[in-house]
């Protein structure tokens, strides 16, 4: 991949079901399990709904989404990444970009059952600070923590 051809920006709705078929497609293959919302559903939710509690944004490769974080100043709610662009360092770049606009704090909660997940989050140095499964797919959860040194 030509990492020149990425680009990192904010949300824009013409992007909104290109991102929500990723963002599925990319949970459900971490998961193993069937999005429980509708598609519809869940591109109202990503352009009037998560935007009012999180920043949001995409990492595009030729007009492509191929990258998706939603986080605040102290916890990230989303990301994710393309099924065939994973291991290319576009989580990373989206992460750091988090981590550069934190409060030195961050966390988040992965699924359990989402190794992947885990390996890539212990890497960037998030570690567990906690487990349950508060979430309505009913799985357990791992929740992590980042701080700034």
Excluded at 9 to 38: C, L
Excluded at 128 to 136: A, L, M, Q, T, V
Excluded at 137 to 145: H, K, V
């Amino acid at each position: 991949m030509n990492q020149n051809k990425m680009i990192i920006t904010q949300f824009n709705p013409k992007y909104a079901e290109q991102t929500v078929a990723m963002w599925r497609d990319s949970k459900e293959q971490a998961i193993g399990q069937k999005e429980i919302h509708s598609f519809g559903n869940h591109v109202y939710y990503l352009n009037h709904i998560l935007p009012k509690q999180c920043q949001i944004d995409l990492a595009l490769i030729d007009e492509k989404v191929v990258g998706v974080v939603a986080y605040n100043k102290r916890e990230i709610t989303q990301l994710y990444i393309h099924i065939d662009y994973q291991g290319m360092g576009i989580g990373q770049t989206l992460l750091d970009r988090v981590k550069a606009q934190s409060s030195g704090r961050i966390t988040l909660y992965t699924f359990e059952v989402n190794e992947n997940a885990q390996r890539f989050y212990e890497k960037h140095g998030f570690e567990i600070i906690g487990r349950g499964h508060e979430n309505e797919e009913n799985l357990s959860d791992i929740q992590y923590e980042w701080t700034s040194k």
